[in-house]
């Protein structure tokens, strides 16, 4: 399985960005795909999940302020960011989740395959 992520870039604060991940070999099979992130200096975070059902899970930091959906069809998983911060600043992986698809998994080990990651920064 490959995930290609993109649409990361410069945004001043208050702005939007729509990341993407498009995934590609073993596409056929369920899985989850996940959202991280990881700032200079501090460790790799969760960030937003949706299950192969479309359950949705956040980090309280970004309730209210990002959506993250999926297109079956374009095996895509997009990470809709509005009201963006300066502390929203970091490099954001997609991941997919193959041995859990149907249930709630933040943690990093639970993911099976990584995206290259996009940088994401938030001028103030």
């Known amino acids: 399985v490959q995930l290609q992520a993109s649409g990361g870039g410069l945004v001043q604060a208050g702005g939007s960005l729509r990341l993407s991940c498009l995934a590609s070999?073993?596409?056929?099979?369920?899985?989850?795909v996940g959202w991280f992130r990881q700032a200079p200096g501090k460790e790799r975070e969760f960030v937003a999940r949706?299950?192969?059902?479309?359950?949705?899970y956040y980090t309280d930091s970004v309730k209210g302020r990002f959506t993250i959906s999926r297109d079956y069809a374009k095996n895509t998983v997009y990470l809709e960011m509005n009201s963006l911060k300066p502390e929203d600043t970091a490099v954001y992986y997609c991941?997919?989740?193959?041995?859990?698809?149907?249930?709630?998994?933040?943690?990093?080990?639970?993911?099976?395959?990584w995206g290259q990651g996009t940088q994401v920064t938030v001028s103030s």
């Open positions: 991941a997919a989740d193959f041995k859990y698809p149907h249930r709630a998994a933040t943690a990093r080990a639970t993911y099976d395959y």
């Open positions: 070999g073993r596409t056929s099979s369920s899985y989850a």
């Open positions: 949706i299950n192969w059902t479309g359950i949705r």
